[in-house]
Nanobody
Framework: QVRFVESGGGLVQAGGALRLSCLGA????????IAWFRQAPGGEREGVSC????????YYADSVKGRFTISRDNAKHTVYLQMNSLKPEDTAVYYC?????????????????????WGQGTQVTVSS
């Protein structure tokens, strides 16, 4: 059974940093593109970043480009999202997800409806 567990969220002041982790189980993580999404209260689930399986090419939303870095450690079955220079508008629940038909990230924002397997999410709160 495919399962993801996110961790690393918390409360941080604006300008601070957090590193989120996405641990995969029941899946060979390096065979699939893994995406990070976020959802703010009352908002839609937004594709933030993605890392491809084969060449580890990446995608970043314009809102996080230059501040967030996605990486993967296949030996640890984990994908990370390093978030620097955090802003209050980054406040959301962050989720990792996989589409088992996709090895490469899209060139546009990942769409939540295309992803089959999700973690439970981790809350990130950035205070001003």
């Amino acid at each position: 059974q495919v399962r993801f567990v996110e961790s690393g969220g918390g409360l941080v002041q604006a300008g601070g940093a957090l590193r989120l982790s996405c641990l995969g189980a029941g899946i060979t993580l390096n065979d699939y593109a893994i995406a990070w999404f976020r959802q703010a209260p009352g908002g839609e689930r937004e594709g933030v970043s993605c890392v491809s399986a084969s060449d580890s090419s990446t995608y970043y939303a314009d809102s996080v480009k230059g501040r967030f870095t996605i990486s993967r450690d296949n030996a640890k079955h984990t994908v990370y999202l390093q978030m620097n220079s955090l802003k209050p508008e980054d406040t959301a629940v962050y989720y990792c997800a996989a589409n088992l038909m996709r090895r490469r990230c899209p060139t546009v924002a990942p769409r939540a409806y295309e992803y089959d397997y999700w973690g439970q999410g981790t809350q990130v709160t950035v205070s001003s």
